[in-house]
């Protein structure tokens, strides 16, 4: 049931490729509760996805843009203000990609033009969107930025890569922005580390069906599904959360503060007890 959590409230959601994009639920529900908000995607991704349905039932414009493309970001956020009104009041980062996870290759084989890449289009583009929206003073004051990352950051799983790694800076930039931006303009800044999900990118992951059981075992309430982290997302866009900034909010379950299970220790107990 709808709240009108967002009512009247303008953003930018990045990221939609399907239904099983965390991003997708989070445009869904931001419709839903009131808000009006500009979708966008690399140029790649859109041809893969379906945006356009996602378009059509939220009533979204779509502009693309390459979240490594400094001009397109540029563009992106001047033409969001003028389709919108004015300035926006949240945004979504949910961009991630490794070619070296995609192809195969191994932390300690790592091809360092696509490890840049990963950087790159994995965290940097957090820098660079909020630059271009900070040139162009294209946030509200009071505005809230969320960026979706996972506890690779500060934990190793090794088949996670070196998306671990622009995780962990994905989660510095959020911190050196919020700093920035909080004490200029009241803009908070947070990252949600969200429970394994079956998106298109989790399940790409080698061994991701076994990690998703083994982290549900261990999470008290088991995984957060996808629609639960986009109301998760929401409530940081909305004023109910105006003094939280800067953090890595662990939106998981209870998995990063859960030591062993039960469920787990069982697996390694023999039979004899």
Avoid at 26 to 34: I, N, P, Q, T
Avoid at 141 to 149: E, Q
């Amino acid at each position: 049931m709808a709240h009108g959590l967002l009512q009247g409230k303008r953003g930018i959601i990045t990221g939609a490729l399907n239904e099983q994009s965390i991003a997708w639920k989070v445009a869904e529900l931001a419709h839903a509760e009131g808000a009006r908000f500009v979708l966008t995607n690399a140029p790649v991704a859109m041809r893969m996805g379906e945006i356009k349905k996602l378009a059509d039932t939220t009533k979204a414009p779509v502009i693309p843009a390459d979240a490594t493309n400094d001009a397109d970001l540029e563009k992106l956020f001047n033409e969001s203000v003028q389709q919108l009104g004015g300035p926006v009041d949240f945004v979504l980062h949910s961009i991630g990609m490794s070619p070296n996870v995609r192809k195969g290759r191994t932390y300690s084989d790592l091809n360092y033009e696509w490890y840049k890449q990963t950087l790159d289009v994995s965290a940097m583009s957090l820098h660079r969107m909020l630059q271009a929206a900070n040139k162009v003073d294209a946030i509200a004051k009071g505005g809230s930025v969320v960026a979706l990352t996972y506890i690779a950051a500060q934990r190793v799983f090794p088949d996670y890569n070196d998306m671990a790694d622009a995780k962990a800076l994905l989660e510095s930039i959020t911190r050196s922005w919020g700093y920035r931006l909080g004490r200029d303009k009241k803009i908070r800044v947070n990252t949600v580390s969200q429970s394994p999900t079956m998106t298109t990118a989790g399940t790409g992951i080698k061994g991701f069906d076994g990690f998703f059981g083994f982290a549900n075992a261990m999470s008290p309430l088991g995984n957060a599904p996808a629609e639960a982290c986009a109301e998760y997302c929401l409530a940081l866009f909305s004023d109910y959360t105006r003094y939280v900034t800067m953090q890595n909010l662990f939106h998981d379950g209870g998995f990063s503060t859960t030591g062993v299970t039960p469920e787990v220790m069982a697996k390694f107990m023999s039979a004899e007890g």
